[in-house]
């Protein structure tokens, strides 16, 4: 038998994190790693965060599962507080990001269905996406490495360039159900949309009768310094997919959407066994709170500003290195001239600092949301530190 235990679709690397505290992650050998992964924008709390903690632990205690066939004054609670907050007026939890995509896709195919127009089933979404793994998931994105050996796909969808509103309104036909896309891809290499892209894509779904279902699931709460990434933008969408954020670390997402948009889920058109259940809700409501804690989302500007800010600073002493720095808050790119994975696993071997590789070779910057200065200040040394001393691959 040669295949691991744990099925080896991940390219696991040596560190093996055991404990976590703040910004921090420990090694099976006690080895110190300064976190700037995050765990792909989920701890955004960072680890062992107080009240999320005592929140789970006293849910645990008191409630941790029920079936979603008995009324939840705990899943009423929160969702009444994100609509509340925000564009929409109901909300379905999920337990993951691609489920929460699956619910958007969902509910889009069936208002046009409520509608009288069930031909409008072809989500527009865009090249380099990624939402999730999941079959409808992968078929919204037309990236190979995620869709190869898996076919037949769903059908459904087209595929436009980011950033290219043209293009985009091109593709629309008498099929067409709305527009799936991220304000800012994560997964792709952090290409941000510009503002005449998504308000034309905002305009175009109001004077067709479509649907603006964005995928907010790593750009969402609070990571850009606004709860939700398309606030940069003055527009709202019909649906969103929420999650990464939400849970803090527990495992929850959210498919939100206005009431008219989500006319055609009624009783007995989508379900989960877990979602939304007592403990992921307590999980929810405590990262919440801080979120929408006073000064929260300006102390993740702030941060923001300033990593930006030293990220650009050391560009000039190390152009053979590095390029451009993109994205928003903190949820930023550092793009490089040269392979991104072979940098990023040198900063976590080398100099003990987590960062995540994207697409496009750039290296994603995704920090626990509760940074201080100190935390930049340590990143900013390793970084430059790390900068210094690497030799690209010959071949790079
Ligand atoms: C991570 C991610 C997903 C998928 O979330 P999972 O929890 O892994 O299913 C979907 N969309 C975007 C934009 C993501 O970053």
Redesign the pocket.
């Known amino acids: 038998m040669t295949i691991t235990p744990l099925m080896p679709v991940y390219p696991r690397c040596g560190v093996r994190p055991v404990r976590g505290e703040g910004v921090y992650l420990y090694g099976e050998d006690g080895t110190q790693y300064l976190d700037f992964a995050a765990g ?2 989920v701890n955004a709390l960072g680890h062992g965060h107080p009240a999320l903690t005592k929140a789970i632990a006293d849910q645990a205690a008191t409630l941790m599962h029920v079936s979603n066939l008995y009324g939840s004054p705990q899943g009423e609670a929160l969702a009444q507080r994100l609509v509340d907050l925000t564009f929409a007026d109901t909300v379905f939890f999920t337990n ?6 699956e619910c958007a896709i969902k509910t889009a195919r069936r208002y046009h269905h409520a509608n009288g127009n069930p031909e409008r089933h072809t989500l527009i979404t865009f090249k380099n ?6 079959l409808g ?1 992968i078929s919204a994105t037309d990236q190979a490495k995620m869709r190869d050996g898996f076919e037949p796909l769903l059908p459904g969808f087209a595929y436009a360039q980011f950033n290219d509103l043209e293009g985009a309104l091109a593709l629309i036909d008498a099929n067409t159900a709305g527009f799936l896309v ?1 304000p800012i ?3 792709g290499g952090l290409a941000t949309a510009t503002p005449e892209f998504l308000q034309g894509l905002r305009k175009a779904c109001d004077e067709h009768g479509l649907l603006l279902v964005l ?5 969402g709460y609070g990571r850009t310094g606004k709860f939700f990434a398309h606030e940069h933008y003055g527009i709202v969408p019909d649906v969103m ?1 929420v ?2 954020g939400i849970g803090g670390g527990f ?1 929850l ?1 959210a498919c939100l959407a206005t009431e008219e948009a989500a006319k055609g889920m009624v009783i007995g058109t989508h379900g989960s066994t877990y979602g939304g259940n007592p403990l992921a809700m307590a999980a929810g409501q405590a990262v919440l709170d801080v979120i929408q804690g006073e000064g929260f989302l300006d102390h993740v500007t702030t941060m923001g500003d300033r990593l930006r800010a030293s990220l650009e600073q050391m560009i000039p002493n190390h152009d053979h290195l590095f390029q451009e720095v993109r994205g928003k808050g903190l949820m930023l790119g550092l793009k490089l001239k040269t392979d991104s994975r072979r940098f990023v696993a040198f900063l976590r071997d080398e100099h003990q600092l987590l960062t995540v590789s994207a697409g496009d070779n750039v290296v994603r910057v995704l920090p626990p949301l509760v940074i201080d200065e100190s935390h930049v200040a340590e990143f900013t040394q390793k970084l430059s530190d790390a900068a210094r001393v690497y030799v690209p691959a010959s071949d790079d």
């Open positions: 792909i924008a993951s990001g691609a489920e929460a995509v996406a990624f939402h999730g793994r999941t998931a991220e891809q994560g997964e995928d907010e699931v790593q750009a997919a999650a990464k495992p997402g």
